[in-house]
């Protein structure tokens, strides 16, 4: 299958900094890629859709000038979590699509936030 | 809204049983992804299906669009197939996927 590789696979930072988590496509070209958050024993819920080129679209109640998300080529987009808190902990994970909306999505490896 | 639940959410097999992990969806799909996370994490994309049935090596996975409803089976399983289970129906008209909570299967030697 399709590889898509997310970094830093871990990451700890002192509250009020910034992180930036990266998701790469390594053998497709990705036009759309999503952002999931998912906290102890809870389901993934999605953050944000990023599409190539434009501006990404956010889920309710996600604070979009917190979560700063770039799509800049069709093989990398990236999370930033701004001023990070101790409650933005979590675990985050990227996707991406090959194609159009029926075709198969692809999982990063995560990156596990831990803000102190 | 669609609802997803899976069944059972804990699962303790001995190697070589025969699992059957269930998902209900309550709205209308256009297809459905079983997913499976590892302890790290990392989640694989097992399958996407709109119809019928899908096999790869001791998984299967089917699906019944009428009924609202997909099964996942692994055959003679083993302890690497420990792990979290994941049902991601896609609603219909929608990119979005939505996710089951998940059932954590435990195989034993």
């Known amino acids: 299958g399709a590889v898509v590789s997310q970094h830093p696979s871990w990451v700890i930072c002192k509250s009020g900094t910034s992180v930036k988590i990266e998701c790469r496509s390594l053998?497709?070209?990705?036009?759309?890629m999503f952002w999931y958050r998912q906290f102890p024993k809870q389901s993934l819920m999605l953050m944000a859709t990023?599409?190539?080129?434009?501006?990404?679209?956010?889920e309710q109640g996600v604070e979009k000038d917190k979560f700063l998300i770039n799509h800049a080529s069709l093989t990398l987009s990236t999370l930033t979590v701004t001023s990070a808190h101790p409650e933005d902990s979590s675990f985050y994970i990227c996707?991406?699509?090959?194609?159009?909306?029926?075709?198969?999505?692809?999982f990063g490896q995560g990156t596990r936030l831990t803000v102190v | 809204k669609n609802e997803v639940e899976q069944s059972p959410q804990n699962l303790t097999a001995q190697e070589g049983e025969f699992i059957t992990i269930n998902c209900s969806y309550s709205?209308?799909?256009?297809?459905l992804h079983w997913l499976q996370q590892h302890p790290g994490g990392g989640i694989v994309s097992l399958f996407m299906?709109?119809?019928g049935k899908k096999k790869h090596g001791r998984l299967i996975a089917t699906i019944n669009i009428q009924e609202k409803h997909s099964s996942l089976h692994i055959t003679a399983s083993h302890p690497r197939d420990s792990a979290v289970y994941i049902c991601?129906?896609?609603?219909?008209?929608?990119?979005?996927?939505?996710f089951g909570k998940g059932t954590k299967l435990t195989v034993n030697p």
């Open positions: 996707s991406a699509r090959r194609g159009g909306m029926n075709t198969e999505a692809f």
């Open positions: 053998d497709f070209q990705a036009t759309t």
């Open positions: 990023s599409n190539e080129g434009s501006k990404a679209t956010y």
């Open positions: 709205v209308g799909i256009s297809a």
């Open positions: 299906l709109s119809s």
């Open positions: 991601a129906p896609r609603e219909g008209g929608s990119e979005k996927l939505v």
